[in-house]
Structure formats: C-alpha cells, structure tokens
C-alpha cells in the first residue's frame, strides 16, 4: 500500500513537472502605433484619439464579465492620448478613462508619444514625461512602462532616465525600412529579452524581438499583425500566435528565446485608427490550449509575469548609435532653439527658485504656458521626421516650428520675469547696482555681461570684497553690454556689484594680437580669413601644436576651399576681459566666425554661424593633433566611451549604427595625461573620423560637428527629412574648447561644458528700501565636489508642493554627499525625476545625507517651512 501511494506521488510530481515544461504563457496586446503628424495631422490623430477610446470603453464594460484572461484591453501609445481625451470629453467621460486606467484595462507609458530620443538634451528627454507625471499624481496610480518605437536604434542612457523617472519596463519595435544599416543588423541579437541597464546600474525589463520579416510581424512596431491590409483579421490574429508561440521553448535548453512567456505587441501599424478588440478576445479564446494560455494583455502583465518567473534576466548596458533621430537636423537652427531654450531653463528655474521662495506667487500667470511647453517637449522629437507621409512636408515643418516657439516663449518669459523679480527683491541704491548671478553648484570666476546704456569709463566694483573689478564695453547683437569679470560667485547665488563714475584703475589686455596670432597667457590662435583655425598652441603644454590638418580640414573648418579666401581679420570687442577676432567668409558659403579668448579663463570659445540656406550635408570639423585618442561623450544622462563593447566601450558591436552619434554637452579626445574637451550648444550629433553606418572610426582624432541638412535618403532616391532646412537663412552654432594636461575625467569636461553653456546672469537692481540688502546669497551647498547640480526648480503645483532638486554623481563609484538648502525644511522626499513621491527621507535641519550609485542622477523635493 505504501508502495503503491509513493508510485501515484512520483507520477503526479511527473505530470506537473511535464506540464510546466511545456506550459506556455503568451500575452497579445492592443494598440494603435501613433504615427503623429504623418499618417494624420493634429486634428485628425486628435479625433482618432477620442473616438478609439470612446470604443475601447465600451468593449471594456461590455467584457468585464469575462473570465480576466478574455477582457478588452488597450494601451494607449502615449500620455498625449489622455490629455485629447479630456480637452474634448466631458469630465464624466475623462472619469471613466481615468477609471479605465486604474483598473488596468487601459494602460498608458511614460513617454507623450513615441519618440527619437538620439537628439534630444537629457533634460529634454525629463520634461517630455512631465504630463505623465502629473496623471500619475492626479490619477493616484503609477505608469511603469515606456517606449521607443519604430526606428532602429536606441541610446543607452535613456535606461537610466526612463528608470529614474518610474519606468520598470519596455518594449521595442522596428520598421526594418528608410535605413541604412544592415538587413542583418535587425536579427541576431544578443539577447530578446533582457535588463536594459544604465550605467548607474538601473534598468527597465527590456523586449526587443529580432526582426526576421515585415515590420508586421515579430520584432516590427506591429507585432501582433501579419499583413498589413489584412481581408480577415481573426485569422491574421490566430496565425500571429501561432508564431509567438513557436518562440517560447525553454525545454530546448538553447533555444534563442529560452523563456516560456512570449508577447505579442502592436496592431495598429500605420493605421490612423485600430477598431479590433473583439477579435483579440476571439484569437485568445481559440488558442488557449492545456499546453498555452493566450491573454488579452495591457503589455505590463506580460512584463510582470517576466519578472517573476525570470528574475536573472541577462543585462546590456549599450548604446545602438543613431538613425532617424539625426532627421531633426534637417531644420537645424530650429533644433537648436529647442536646445538653447533647454539649457537655458537651468538659469531661469534657479532664479525663480530663490524668487518664489519670497514671494510664493511668482510664476502663476505662466502656469499654462510651463504645461503646454512640457507637453511640446514630448511632441518635438516625435519620431517621423522623416516627412515622407501623407502629411506634407510643409505642415510638418510649420507644425515642429509651432511647437519650438511654445517651449522657447515659455523660457524666455520664465527667465526674463524671474531676473526682474530678483533684482526687485534686493534694495537699489544712489548709484547704480546690478547683480550677477550664477545657476551652477560651484563658486565661479567667469566673465558676465550686464544689457548697458550709460556713460563709459566706469568703475564696477565688488560690494563683497569692496574691490573694482576689469570691465569693458562691448556690443552684441546690435546691443550695448557691460562686461566685467566677476570673481567668487555663490553656488546657486548672486553677488552684488556697483557701477561708479570716474575712470578706475587700468588692467591690462585680456589677449594681444601677435603678428597673425592672438594670444593670451594661456593658448596662441592663429585664424585665417575663411574662418578656420589653422594652429592652436598651449602654452602650458610645452607648447603642444594641438591642431593637425586631416583630409584637407583643419579646425572649425565648414569646408573651406581656400583657407585664406575672406574678408581682413578685425579685432572687436577688445578690453581687458576678452578679446574676440572676427572672420567673415563666403567659403563654401557665407559665414561669420568670431574666437573669443579671455583673462585668467583656460576656455576659448568660438560662435559660428551661417548667413545663407544651404540643402546639403553640412558639418564643422574640428582636427586635433593627436595619437589614436580615446573620445568620449556626453549622451542622455550618461558619459560614453566611443568603442564597441568588444573593444571595451559602450557601443553595441553588432546590430547598431555608428556614424552620427549624440552630441550633447560635450565631446572629449584624450591621450595619455592629455585631451581637449569641446563643449557644444547647438549641434545635435557628431562623427568620429570616417565612420560609416556600419564602421566606426574609433581612434580618429578628427571630429565632424553635424551643422544640418538631410543625413539618409529612402531606397537611394528621396532624401527623408525636410528639404533645405525649410527655407532657414540663419544659423548659429556655439563651442568652446579647453585643453587639459591630465587624463580624462567626466566631471572636469562636464563643469566646463556647464560653465560656457550657462554664462553669469547679470541684471540690475531695482528694489526699493524694505527689499533685500543682502550683498551675496547662495541657495545651498554640497560637501561632495564629484556631484553636480542638473536641475533645482519650483515644484509642480508651485513652491508650496516644494523645491525640487535633481543631483549628478559624475564619479564612475557610488557616493554620498551632504546636501545643505539655506532655507528652514520640513520634508524631503526622494522622487521620480518626473516629481512622483518614492519614499521620505530623514534630515538634519536643513541637511540631507544622501547616497547616489555611479554615474546615477538623483531627484529629491524638499518641503520649506
């Protein structure tokens, strides 16, 4: 008898044992991929929008009595989808949605719409997912899903911004089409299913199929379709997971996907509208088998299924370079715009942080301007740039120029009213004062630039040190501005300065021209008449030649024919602050370039910028004389080392694209105990030497700056992007170089870059007697000098909600630093970078310890008393 209930126990163990091996999980979801402003334009993808939820909300109530595997559900390809739905439905129609979207049956990612992510600054790619930060706030749920659609390649550093910013998981798709890499380069992937890990060691659960077929099929953005005009849609379901199903066999052992859940995402294609909800219950009811169960899925419980049963997912902390992201250039002084105004929010935030701390109302009346600028970060990358859809190029091109002026006016408003408000708020006095003010985490000594009408000579003297500073007259833009050099600024602060009558004492020059060279105590230039550099020679590097010719190109070389074809070289803005030299060249095509040098500063900074519409490839070469350097860059919240992994760098060797890659604040090449950092505003990529899409030049020391223009044509005949930079007759294109005599270090290539891209703001004084009398201020203070400050700004809601700081651990090790706010506090939290609350943190007074891993940004918001 024991024998016998032993034998039914083992054969029982037997069959479980069997059917989990063969049992397989597999999730089906429904979307419409949104192809914004090319499939359909604003009104269009808007009505859409609203009439699929509509649908979608009814299937869902008319299937709730289902079993759970068989209920409607729909995800909906973006945060923007939510906000249409409440601008046209009634606030009881938005309840239900939100409903919906709480019980899980419609499902909504971080991200506004599917997005290249490739051009866009880091914290472009924050401010794009503010909309979905505050849904998940107002809705009291948590979006843990993001994606990006559609174009074949992705960056690295957008892993770690999605996973700061809430995201646990995502998915990609490819179109296979309008590319220049390889057919290869779509399959064979390392790995299908994996932790997509930032260099801070953060991740989201990534899926990204290989892709055999169509871009309707396994591994496109429309997964869950075979054909693209399908005559019968049940059948096209059915054979959909016929497939998805041959996928998961973990029993194989080394099978290429060796898991037992497998998902099946997108059926929306290039569809303005997907109406298909029961035929995704059907296909589900028909193939769930005892060996498969087939669910209706939101593509989160597919992920959470992932992350239960297979909690040691293999890990890739690489980058897959650039492809349709580059298409943006194709209206680059646009671009640019959006650019210059995301750098620029870091000074206006900073100063309406200490503005609002006294005065809590401040910035109300810009409320609807900050959100719709949010919105526009979300929207100006969307990913058809490639303009070759039923829209227009036309309207496409007006509509990215519409959305670069809402985030530019927002800016501009925000910082031109928060640099009044401050100088209402400190006290004026018999002669005139003006503050300057600096949005860095560091006490600076830089050069600032105060708008000025008055007489000159003047003595400008610092209130602080009672000591008179070198100042200068100079002109920008038709305009007149003050110049000084301005020493010991607060970190996140302001010093106050004092313009007095009189000639002061004399300083001398800031740089001197030398028969054809300018030179300062630091660097000697010698410029020729196209604009281009032709020598750069440290001086404090035995004078080190750092320029050497490489195919024809020296430094900031457009292109030139003829190095010396140009107007005389004239001097201008001379004083004992800078000097700058001007060229002015119709070779290749007109263009002005000015190189400034300054007093006591290691920066040269150099503004070029193009006068004329021009429809091809455009690029600013910079040609360094170096031996095999090792260039590293900045791309989305992470620091790269431009190699493939197999060489021991960040860039994917296999299934990538290596020729355009992401150009953010900087780029540096660096030999042994030597480099040269390039600091950049306005470009959004850059090619190492002669990469090509599939090679990549690695040790050139020749770097090719992307000016504009249209980067890939589709099947070798039309260009895709919009022609001639839209009819743009103006550029402008800023950089900046130092040169340093040690290794490479991250935090050093990014303060400069910081440092040239967020100048001292100058502004005067106008507060009457009970404002301020304060000479100097700082806002806080941190003990680890290896942490940035990214970002420090009024919380969403305004400061009553908080201040909200964000932090950069620029060391490749985990750190801690003191965090010191001057200002009573009453709580800190630590939140998404999207402002969503994670946890509460303890605090000393006004102090925060706080830890940071490698290379990780963090957000804290801090409640003021």
């Known amino acids: 008898m024991r024998v016998f209930i032993l034998g039914v126990v083992v054969l029982l163990f037997c069959g479980q044992t069997r059917a989990q091996q063969v049992s397989k999980r597999l999730y089906i979801a429904n979307d419409d991929h949104t192809d914004y402003m090319w499939t359909g334009n604003e009104a269009q993808y808007d009505s859409a929008f609203v009439h699929m939820l509509d649908y979608y909300l009814d299937q869902i109530d008319s299937s709730k009595n289902e079993p759970e595997d068989y209920q409607a559900r729909f995800n909906c390809d973006g945060s923007f989808w939510v906000n249409a739905y409440k601008k046209y439905r009634s606030p009881s129609q938005f309840d239900r949605l939100v409903s919906a979207i709480r019980s899980r049956h419609i499902s909504v990612p971080l991200n506004s719409l599917v997005s290249t992510y490739g051009a866009q600054p880091t914290e472009a790619v924050i401010r794009g997912m503010f909309d979905a930060g505050m849904m998940e706030r107002s809705f009291g749920v948590r979006f843990p899903l993001a994606v990006c659609m559609e174009n074949q390649t992705m960056p690295l550093g957008l892993s770690a911004l999605w996973a700061g910013s809430g995201a646990k998981y995502s998915w990609k798709g490819i179109c296979g089409c309008a590319s220049r890499m390889l057919k290869s380069s779509f399959t064979g992937r390392k790995h299908q299913l994996y932790n997509y890990t930032g260099l801070d060691g953060s991740a989201v659960i990534m899926k990204w199929y290989n892709l055999t077929g169509s871009n309707t099929s396994l591994g496109g953005y429309a997964e869950a379709r075979l054909d693209k005009k399908p005559k019968n849609i049940d059948n096209d379901l059915l054979h959909s997971i016929k497939l998805l199903s041959a996928m998961g066999d973990s029993a194989a052992g080394k099978a290429k996907y060796p898991f037992d859940a497998a998902g099946a995402f997108g059926y929306g294609w290039d569809d303005l509208a997907t109406y298909v909800s029961p035929q995704f219950i059907n296909a589900a009811k028909k193939s769930t088998t005892a060996q498969a169960k087939v669910r ?9 299924d992932i992350n239960k049963h297979y909690p040691k997912l293999p890990s890739e902390s690489l980058s897959y370079g650039n492809e349709w992201d580059t298409y943006s250039v194709s209206m680059n ?5 959006v650019r210059r105004a995301t750098e620029k929010l870091r000074t206006a935030e900073a100063m309406a942080s200490i503005v609002s701390i006294r005065d809590k109302h401040f910035g109300e009346n810009l409320n609807n301007a900050k959100n719709t600028a949010w919105e526009s970060f979300g929207l100006y990358w969307e990913h058809d740039w490639t303009a070759d859809g039923p829209v227009s190029q036309k309207e496409r091109a007006q509509w990215q120029i519409k959305i670069q002026q809402r985030i530019t006016a927002y800016t501009d408003s925000l910082f031109n009213q928060a640099a009044q408000a401050l100088g209402k708020q400190l006290r004026q006095s018999a002669n005139p004062r003006f503050y300057v003010f600096n949005p860095l985490n560091w006490v600076r000594h830089d050069v600032a630039d105060l708008l000025y009408d008055g007489a000159f000579p003047v003595q400008v003297v610092d209130l602080q040190s009672n000591k008179e500073v070198p100042s200068q007259l100079m002109i920008k833009g038709g305009r007149k501005y003050l110049r000084i050099r301005a020493e010991n600024i607060p970190s996140v602060g302001y010093k106050v300065f004092e313009i007095r009558k009189g000639t002061g ?40 030649q750092l320029v050497k010719a490489i195919d024809g190109k020296y430094l900031n070389d ?15 803005n001379a004083g004992p602050v800078s000097v700058t030299w001007k060229a002015i060249s119709g070779n290749p095509l007109p263009h002005t370039v000015r190189v400034t040098l300054f007093k006591d500063s290691p920066r040269i900074e150099i503004e070029d910028s193009i006068q004329a519409n021009y429809k091809d490839l455009k690029t600013w070469a910079f040609s360094f004389d170096m031996q095999q350097p090792t260039t590293r860059h900045e791309e989305l919240g992470s620091v790269l080392t ?19 890659l992401t150009f953010n604040h900087f780029a540096d090449m660096s030999e042994k105990n030597y480099g040269v950092s390039l600091s950049n505003v306005d470009c959004s990529f850059f090619k190492l030497g002669n990469s090509t899409p599939d090679s990549l030049d690695a ?26 930079q839209f009819g743009q007759k103006d550029f402008l294109y800023q950089f900046a170089i130092q040169a340093h005599q040690k290794e490479f270090d991250p935090l050093t290539a990014m303060k400069f870059s910081l440092e040239h891209q967020n100048p001292l703001k100058a502004a005067i004084i106008t507060g009457t007697n009970s404002a301020s009398d304060d000479l100097t201020f700082s806002l806080l203070s941190l003990d680890n000098p290896n942490m940035l400050l990214w970002s420090v700004k009024p919380a969403e ?24 706010l001057q200002r009573p506090v009453r709580a800190i939290w630590q939140t998404t970078h999207i402002e969503t609350d994670e946890k ?26």
């Open 296 to 304: 209706v899925s939101n593509e989160e419980d597919f992920f959470e």
């Open 333 to 337: 002084e646009t671009t640019a715009r």
């Open 505 to 544: 004492q004399r300083f001398p020059a800031a740089a001197t021209l030398s028969g054809d060279y300018l030179k300062n105590t630091r660097y000697r230039i010698r410029l020729r008449k196209s604009g281009v550099i032709t020598e750069l020679i440290d001086s404090l590097a035995n004078s080190r």
């Open 558 to 572: 457009l292109g030139s024919t003829g190095i010396d074809e140009g107007s005389p070289l004239v001097i201008e």
């Open 642 to 660: 431009v190699k493939t992994d197999d060489n021991g760098g960040h860039y994917a060797s296999q299934n990538a694209r290596y020729d355009w």
């Open 699 to 724: 040790t050139s020391s020749q770097l090719h700056a992307l000016a504009g223009g249209r980067t890939d044509s589709l099947k070798d005949t039309a260009m895709l992007g919009i022609p001639d």
């Open 797 to 820: 809601g305004g400061i009553e909600n908080g201040l909200i700081t964000r932090f950069w651990n620029m060391s490749s090790k985990p750190a801690n630093a003191r965090i010191t």
């Open 840 to 865: 509460r943190l303890s605090s000393a007074g006004e102090a925060l310890r706080a830890t940071f891993n490698q290379q990780q940004l963090k957000t804290f918001r801090w409640l003021l008393k």
